[in-house]
T-cell receptor
Framework: GAVVSQHPSRVICKSGTSVKIECRSLDFQATTMFWYRQFPKQSLMLMATSNEGSKATYEQGVEKDKFLINHASLTLSTLTVTSAHPEDSSFYIC???????????FGPGTRLTVT | AQSVAQPEDQVNVAEGNPLTVKCTYSVSGNPYLFWYVQYPNRGLQFLLKYITGDNLVKGSYGFEAEFNKSQTSFHLKKPSALVSDSALYFCAAPLTSGNTGKLIFGQGTTLQVKP
């Protein structure tokens, strides 16, 4: 149980285009989803917290107009990287919680490469 | 301020030998503590958690962790390491203020098990 999927697993896009990443909780309802960014061999950097039906809460320094987050249902959250630039290339990971004991369930990650 | 620290960037151990990956914490109140493992280009997988009760927590893949309140530590251990245990390990604790569900992560420790 408690499976979280992400799609796509890997995407290459051209500079200036937008990319959407989906995060789905497959067998539970996720009241809260989190989006992280990770650089090679580093820890996870929390970008934003997404609650179903409400606006995402962004961490300091994360541009909300660049990283659009939508959490339209209890099983789906999307992250759209708008007008992507090479410096946005990174590994993006989502996680979801069903509200119990702080445990987060992580997706497999999406490798974004902007050329 | 709350924090989770992993003092070692990398731990090297020979296959068959016991391994320890260190974690110390500074959180208010009774801590919840987690260990996650990340394989290359993958999301985080839950290993084990400490909520309350026995100080020795058993988790997935033969891992265990010992909660030590006096030393504010939660070291991850395994009696006999496998080459397949080689991965990036994260210790984490929930941010207790604000009931946001956010996790604070340690810096991560790369475990290298050599045959």
């Amino acid at each position: 149980g408690a499976v979280v999927s992400q799609h796509p697993s890997r995407v290459i896009c051209k500079s200036g285009t937008s990319v959407k990443i989906e995060c789905r909780s497959l067998d539970f309802q996720a009241t809260t989803m989190f989006w992280y960014r990770q650089f090679p061999k580093q820890s996870l950097m929390l970008m934003a917290t997404s609650n179903e039906g409400s606006k995402a809460t962004y961490e300091q320094g994360v541009e909300k107009d660049k990283f659009l987050i939508n959490h339209a249902s209890l099983t789906l959250s999307t992250l759209t990287v708008t007008s992507a630039h090479p410096e946005d290339s990174s590994f993006y990971i989502c996680s979801a919680t069903g509200g119990g004991a702080y445990e987060q369930y992580f997706g497999p990650g999406t490798r974004l490469t902007v050329t | 301020a709350q924090s989770v620290a992993q003092p070692e960037d990398q731990v090297n151990v020979a296959e068959g030998n016991p391994l320890t990956v260190k974690c110390t914490y500074s959180v208010s109140g009774n801590p919840y503590l987690f260990w996650y493992v990340q394989y290359p280009n993958r999301g985080l997988q839950f290993l084990l958690k400490y909520i309350t009760g026995d100080n020795l927590v058993k988790g997935s893949y033969g891992f265990e962790a010992e909660f030590n309140k006096s030393q504010t530590s939660f070291h991850l251990k395994k009696p006999s390491a496998l080459v397949s245990d080689s991965a990036l390990y994260f210790c984490a604790a929930p941010l207790t203020s604000g009931n946001t569900g956010k996790l604070i992560f340690g810096q991560g420790t790369t475990l290298q098990v050599k045959p």
